[in-house]
């Protein structure tokens, strides 16, 4: 791997470097174009699924849970906001038991 920096992870915002080829990739997105590792890539399309409603709360945060986040305090403010909020009780759930 190069120490040439040339892009920022989405998830950590620490910088990376992406070679050429993956970076001109157009038929998929490889996680290298978005992220450091495909940990975070997991996270970021997770946070993405759930930021267009294709996975409720109740899902992403279980799919969540079985992420690594133990760097989630040196992530994004953003990213960190979103993994809180999905990982969060829920306020006023209706329990009828």
């Given at each position: 791997m190069s120490?040439?920096?040339n892009t920022i992870c989405a998830i950590c915002g620490k910088g990376y470097h992406i070679c050429k080829s993956c970076q001109g990739t157009?038929?998929?997105s490889s996680w290298r174009?978005?992220?450091d590792t495909p940990g975070h890539f997991k996270i970021y399309t997770l946070i993405?699924?759930?930021h267009y409603g294709?996975?409720?709360r109740e899902e992403a945060a279980s799919?969540?849970?079985e992420c690594d986040l133990s760097g989630l305090t040196e992530f994004v403010p953003e990213?960190?906001?979103?993994i809180e909020e999905i990982l969060a009780?829920?306020?006023n759930q209706n329990n009828s038991d």
């Open positions: 120490d040439y920096i157009k038929t998929f174009t978005v992220t993405h699924a759930y294709r996975l409720d799919q969540l849970k990213i960190r906001a979103i009780a829920p306020s």
